[in-house]
């Protein structure tokens, strides 16, 4: 089984849909197909630099496509409803169960009040969830006024995820437009998400940096 097969797959594109048809209605930013499918190609190339087998890759890949359709059930604790309803989906469409053990261990550990880099799908998914910050990510411009986390995601104009093997280093860059959000404002709603990333970043034996506006924060 491939991502692409479950990049078609109509059951998955309405669980994913709906779960954010729910995040519309609670004002949450964008967890569509752009988010689900950048996560996928984000965690891929992390795992793909640091040598990592293709099956992996691969599975990392579906992990990270499928990895908010629990939102479709109820935000809260939507990482573990993700997962059994992964596993449901996975085994009818005849995944190995040594497959779908990886693929739900890595949906069930990405929200961070409950999350574990304990391996490596969940690790590289972490990351690439965690750090998927950008300005199109808001649905209503207008609500910056009123919403921090909706006035941080707009006043980043680049986010850039570089995985540094030779200097054993992972850097989230971003450019934050300080007029639109102060950079507290950033670690104001994400330094709990940044803390985990470091986790993630550790189990690969990087050194998790964040960089803002050509400065290291952490």
Request: charged share 25%; net charge negative; hydrophobic share 45%.
């Amino acid at each position: 089984m491939t991502f692409e097969d479950i990049r078609n797959n109509e059951e998955i594109k309405v669980y994913i849909k709906q779960a954010d048809a729910s995040l519309v209605a609670l004002g949450y930013t964008e967890h569509s197909f752009a988010h689900v499918t950048k996560c996928a190609f984000v965690a891929a190339e992390i795992l793909s630099t640091l040598g990592y087998d293709e099956h992996t890759i691969e599975l990392t890949k579906i992990a990270a496509y499928m990895h908010d359709i629990g939102n479709v059930i109820n935000r809260t604790d939507h990482a573990q409803s993700g997962a059994v309803m992964a596993f449901r989906i996975l085994e009818k469409l005849g995944m190995p169960a040594v497959d779908i053990s990886a693929v739900i261990t890595a949906i069930g550990n990405h929200d961070e009040h409950t999350a574990y880099p304990v391996n490596a799908i969940a690790a590289a998914l972490i990351l690439a969830d965690k750090c998927d910050v950008r300005r199109s990510r808001v649905r209503n411009p207008r609500s910056i006024a009123f919403d921090i986390h909706d006035r941080v995601n707009y006043a980043v104009e680049s986010s850039e995820l570089i995985t540094d093997k030779d200097a054993r280093k992972l850097i989230l860059r971003l450019q934050i437009n300080t007029e639109i959000c102060a950079v507290i404002d950033y670690f104001e709603i994400f330094m709990e998400r940044m803390l985990l990333c470091r986790k993630a970043s550790d189990f690969f034996k990087l050194h998790f940096v964040l960089e803002i506006n050509g400065q290291e924060i952490m």
